[in-house]
């Protein structure tokens, strides 16, 4: 058997021959409550949820497939038929009595297929009447599955990478960021005739850069976008060669590994004595960052988002601009995991709508976006991109032609590598996914700058 | 009938009351001392307040949330505003609760009463015809979310009987018992079936944002508990 006809996604082969499944995966869920706060919210959820299918309404995959499979209150009753089965005293009674519901290796295999079918936007926990947080449920179920080797290949081999190999998840070796540093660099010097630097290793700068680190691979004009952005505000900054990715799969699918790639990111800072956390576009590295509170404590270094950063600086007119504007038109896709909260929706906006002369909103937007369709690290799964453009990316692509945009502007590496693949597979072929950054570079008077 | 009537006014209101009390009231305890575990547990104590009492609030209030689904919104809201307003503020339970416990608080007119009464028994029935007749709630419902509309439909369809004579064929004493009984039944089914979420919505909120803030070694501590510390990946 490969490693894929189990399942939609492709998973190590030793995964495949993991035996006594449904007793390994109860300890795992045993072990997480005990040692968790997710206890309260499943306890609560198993009481309350009332099925009413609110949710399904508000799911870009329920509103394209109309598959029951697909309602986010289906999905997560997967994991609260089992929570109430083996870990509440009423279900424990029940099952002695009258039998019912047990654990099986296809109960299992039906949750590994359908927690990867959502992806864990939490839009949906915004229409929930009983305050249910489905992608809470899909967060928690994946670090179950995972503790009994249902991962996806494409994140483990990541998450591998970072913990266990070079030390990134794409594998860029320190020579090789050195070399794209310098790469980028004289290409700012070429373009644009201005002498910046990508300062590695300084210590005691204000802030550390963290993006994701195949920015470094793919992404040169908004890596150069947040370097003039640096030059030009004076900012004191460094990329510390210690770590330099700021992507964390261990959100998508493990909080073990998360726990760990996040403490790295700590010990970073520490190693720089540098005071903040400066991280690039990139939804999840920035949500990811936000738990350093979490597991550093109140010691933990502030975390700053590149377009917060931005926003404060070209409000504080530190930003000189060209008098040409960006004349095409632009629009601006929420990444789920800066917008759901609302934590980080105005500052994009604020800094489009100063540059930018034809800029126009998707509908809906800000807390209530659509995902772009390969959230919770799906879009790294090359082999579901069918899955990921067609009925789950179906929603955004209309959202997109819908505005007209020339420039759909996506401030996370994820969501641009997702939805270039949207507008591919969906007849948008004159649209560019761009980063904030990208367009700043383009309008930055770097003659002016510092 | 009238002693049948009697135990169901005296013994078996007086057990089904409490049990409906102290069953939400342990809900209640039980919540809000596993939030303050989570909180002391949590490595981040830092907690949106305000954030989560504005959303708390708006879903207690969902005017707002009508558009979405307009139909089902408006139903939903009538029949909980119909089923909580009725059995607390009609005279005749007001004066009830007077005659057996010496406390009284200002009635709604009967009128308006008998109105909700109505909209208390018509919503719950478009309720559960709104739940067959939708694809996805149909696939998603169980047993109790047909049968609990239903269930707190009887007390007040039974209840506009009793205080409408007109409109009763059937035997006064025998309607009003079934009024009383089937009242007690739902409040005794309040605090073990998902009717508790009246007890538990205000906090659920909170609680969501809880369990993302998670204990600092939560990770670690279930790596040991599975041997798996030190594991390669």
């Known amino acids: 058997m490969d490693g894929k006809s189990k399942y939609s996604y492709y998973v190590e082969q030793g995964a495949l021959q993991v035996s006594d499944r449904p007793r390994k995966f109860l300890e795992a869920f045993a072990a997480v409550l005990e040692h968790s706060n997710y206890g309260l919210p499943l306890e609560v959820y198993t009481r309350i949820s009332a099925k009413c299918s609110r949710c399904a309404a508000a799911c870009q995959l329920y509103q394209s497939t109309q598959e029951d499979r697909d309602i986010p209150c289906h999905r997560s009753e997967l994991l609260l038929r089992i929570f109430r089965r083996y870990f509440t005293r009423s279900g424990i009674l029940r099952a002695r009595l009258a039998g019912g519901f047990t654990l099986s290796d296809e109960y299992l295999d039906e949750m590994a297929e359908s927690f990867y079918r959502c992806t864990a936007c939490r839009r949906c ?13 899909t967060h928690l179920a994946r670090w179950l599955l995972a503790e009994i080797d249902v991962i996806p290949k494409a994140l483990l081999v990541a998450v ?72 030009v505000t004076g900012g004191s900054w460094t990329i510390g060669t210690g770590n330099y990715d700021g992507i964390n799969y261990g959100l998508f699918y493990s909080d073990r590994m998360m726990e760990r790639i996040v403490r790295n990111v700590a010990q970073e800072v520490r190693r720089l004595k540098g005071r903040k956390v400066l991280v690039g576009e990139c939804g999840h590295a920035t949500r990811s960052a936000w738990f350093l509170p979490t597991f550093c404590g109140a010691e933990a270094p502030p975390v700053v988002n590149c377009m917060q950063y931005a926003w404060s600086q070209l409000e504080a007119g ?105 507008c591919e597979d969906n007849g948008l072929e004159d649209v560019q996914v761009i980063g904030l950054h990208d367009l700043l570079l383009k309008v930055i008077d770097l003659e002016k700058g510092a | 009938m009238e002693q049948w009537l009697e135990w169901a006014r005296g013994p078996a209101f007086i057990f089904s009351f409490i049990f409906m009390i102290l069953g939400l009231a342990r809900h209640l305890v039980l919540t809000v001392w596993e939030v303050a575990v989570a909180w002391r547990r949590a490595g981040d104590k830092t907690i949106p307040w305000r954030q989560i009492a504005v959303v708390t609030l708006k879903w207690m209030f969902p005017a707002g ?23 607390l503020f009609l005279a005749g339970h007001i004066a009830l609760w007077f005659r057996g416990a010496g406390v009284s608080w200002p009635a709604i007119p009967n009128g308006l009463a008998d109105v909700l009464t109505i909209v208390a028994v018509v919503t719950a029935v478009a309720l559960v015809l709104q739940r067959v007749a939708a ?66 919505v205000p906090g659920v909120q909170l609680i969501s944002e809880m369990a993302w803030h998670w204990p600092p070694d939560a990770g670690s501590k279930v790596a040991v508990a599975l041997g798996k510390e030190g594991a390669r990946i």
């Open chain 1, 160 to 231: 591998r990478e970072q913990l266990q190999g070079v030390g990134n998840t794409s594998a860029i070796p320190v020579a090789a960021l050195k070399d794209t540093c310098e790469f980028l660099e004289e290409e700012l010097q070429d373009l644009y005739h201005v002498n910046i630097k990508y300062p590695l290793d300084v210590e005691g700068a204000e802030y550390v850069f963290l993006p994701a680190v195949s920015d470094y691979l793919l992404e040169a004009e908004t890596l150069m976008g947040n370097a003039a952005v640096m030059h």
């Open chain 2, 65 to 87: 949330r009508i558009g979405q689904q307009p139909l089902f919104s408006l139903t939903s809201i009538a029949f909980h505003a119909a089923i909580l307003i009725v059995p």
């Open chain 1, 318 to 422: 530190r930003i000189p601009l060209k008098e040409q504007k960006i004349i095409e038109r632009v629009t601006y896709h929420d990444p789920c995991n800066i917008a759901r909260a609302g934590r980080i929706t105005e500052e994009p906006r604020e800094i489009l709508r100063a540059i930018c002369s034809d800029y126009v909103e998707m509908t809906p937007n800000r807390t209530a976006n659509y995902c772009c369709g390969g959230g919770g690290g799906t879009v790294s799964i090359d082999e579901i991109r069918a899955f990921r453009t067609g009925p789950m990316g179906k929603r955004k692509a209309d959202q997109i032609r819908a505005t007209g945009a020339r420039y759909v502007v996506a401030p996370c590496a994820n969501c641009k590598k997702q939805l270039r693949e949207v």
């Open chain 1, 125 to 137: 926990k915004l229409t929930c009447p009983m305050g249910i947080d489905h992608g809470l449920i």
């Open chain 2, 135 to 200: 694809r996805s709630t149909r696939a998603l419902s169980r047993f109790q979310d047909y049968a609990l509309p239903l269930a707190i439909a009887v007390p007040f369809a039974s209840g506009f009987m009793v205080m409408h004579p007109a409109f009763n064929p059937f035997s006064f004493d025998a309607v009003l018992f079934v009024h009383v009984m089937s009242a007690n039944i739902v409040m005794v089914l309040i605090p073990v079936t998902k009717l508790a979420h009246m007890a538990l």
